[in-house]
């Protein structure tokens, strides 16, 4: 509590300052013109979702679909340093920043470290402001405020370098509170570029408990995401702050295209677009890995950007505001904006590329320790059933490892396979097939301990049902849960919300819905993560081994493992 205590302190600290800020800059005294006297150009230079992709990224997620359908490859910090500076450089005045997700989930260059060398990395590219995502929320409220203020881990210490000095920018989230309601995060900052203030206000997904574990984020909570934007709005509003950001992590889906197409499926992101204070500019935005570039109209009918920039450092999203110097406010028609492919023809940054080495030649003796070897790749991408290769491998280890607890099935989330297994290997060159360490933590990071629970029957049905999550705004949320061999099933394309599961069978028999039935699950999805609250009702607990290790000891037990046959789940009208 003492360090809860202090960074509320220190948030208050920081909003006085970037009241001063704001009066420094006369802020507080421009007139409303009726004509513009001039403009002054600044460029928003934001990226999402990183998740402490040092090294390039390998397969589908280390490639951008372009407009044509064809991909090129894309990401890497060192690539994406060299296109920040040329970004900066092509522009008098910029800001660079992050819509969350800078770490967590990560590689093992970076994970092995808590993450440090990543933030060194924004460090060294100069990121001004970042909102937190959930996965900043992975290690727990503390470890976010040690990579706020630095310090030594307080288990592991300093391993990556004799100290760490955090992040030289500010974690917004203006709709994190403590239990009591105060604020546990700074809601906006102020920064100044061009001569004008420009105010950033940070928010996370409201339903980030959904995300993460409930351990991870005890004494907090999470508030709607437009209540807290237009709070952090009239503030700024107050302060004479009119050229306004918002970096927030919550995203739509898209229905494909290139880097600047705006094929969403209309989502929580464009709701809150929609709803959120009109004296707010832009918005940028992350949490689903897309890629789109939307204008969206505000309250009172005028368009503003709202864009992503998919994940893992593969785009960078490229705003460019003209600014009237005399009202200090965008002139929104004259907004320009773009996603930047992050490409690998550039010439790699010597001063990010020297970091990733480091962070590679340190973690090089666990990651590249050989685990299995596969056939042909394990890709994370799956078709209309839901069902993909790497998630039915993933599904069948867990099965095995937990094989002390009695399981009949094995369920995992989608969200917690990160990338692909490729037969090529990664950038580093091992043989053909070879999975190394390194590659299977990239797959599973997160290191969640595997638990057996019992379920009747019908709940297991329930589980499968709730698959299809209606949300607020009408849409619909799917998360279609990868499944053990031992389990299969057909949903229906047409059939109502809670009844589009049939035909289940278990081991080969029909479901029986009064029976007890032995489901192996990681801990995140039995305490109801990802919205499957029915998990919870699961009785008679017991544990397991942790996430990775079942997957690394089954790749182990099965060399030249195969992609399995795509059977286990299908589709009926």
Known sequence: MRAFTRFARRTAAVTVAAVAIAGLTGAGTASAAAKPSGTTDVRLITLNDFHGNLTPPAGSSGRVTLPDGSTVDAGGAAYLATHVKRLEAEAKNSLVMSAGDNVGASPLNSALFHDEPTIELLNSLGVNASTVGNHEFDEGYRELLRMQFGGCHPTDGCQFHDKYKGARFPFLGANVYFDNGLPAALPFTIQVSGGVPI???????????????????????????????????????????????????????????????????????????????????????????????????????????????????????????????????????QTVAHNEIVTRTVTPDPAAQALVDEATTKSAPIANAQVGTITADLVRAAPESGESPLGDVIADAQLAATQANSPVIAVTNPGGIR?????????AGEGDGVVTYGEAFAVQPFSNIMQTVTLTGAQLKAVLEQQWQPQPDGSVTVRILQISSSLHYTWSRSAAIGSKVSDITVAGEPLDPNGSYRISVNNFLAAGGDGFSELTNGTDLAGGPVDLDAFTAYLTANPNLAPPPADRITVAP
Request: charged residues 25%.
């Open 199 to 333: 105010g950033i206000i940070g928010v996370t997904l409201e339903d980030l408990p959904l995300v993460v574990t409930p351990e991870a984020i005890e004494g907090l909570k999470f508030g709607d995401e437009v209540e807290a934007i237009n709070r952090s709005s009239r503030l700024l509003d107050r302060l004479g702050i009119k050229t306004q950001v918002v970096l927030m992590h919550q995203g739509d889906n898209t229905e494909g295209g290139g880097p600047d197409d705006c094929r969403t499926v209309p989502g929580a992101a464009t709701t809150i677009a929609r709803q959120a204070s009109a004296s707010v500019d832009v918005i940028f935005t992350g949490h689903s890995h897309q890629q789109y570039n939307c204008s969206v109209d505000d309250p009172a009918g005028n368009p503003r950007t709202l864009i992503q920039g998919a994940s893992f450092g593969r785009l960078l999203s490229v705003v460019d505001l003209k600014i009237d110097k005399r009202s200090r406010d965008v002139v929104r028609d």
């Open 419 to 427: 990338t692909d297994l490729t037969f090529a290997g990664s950038s």
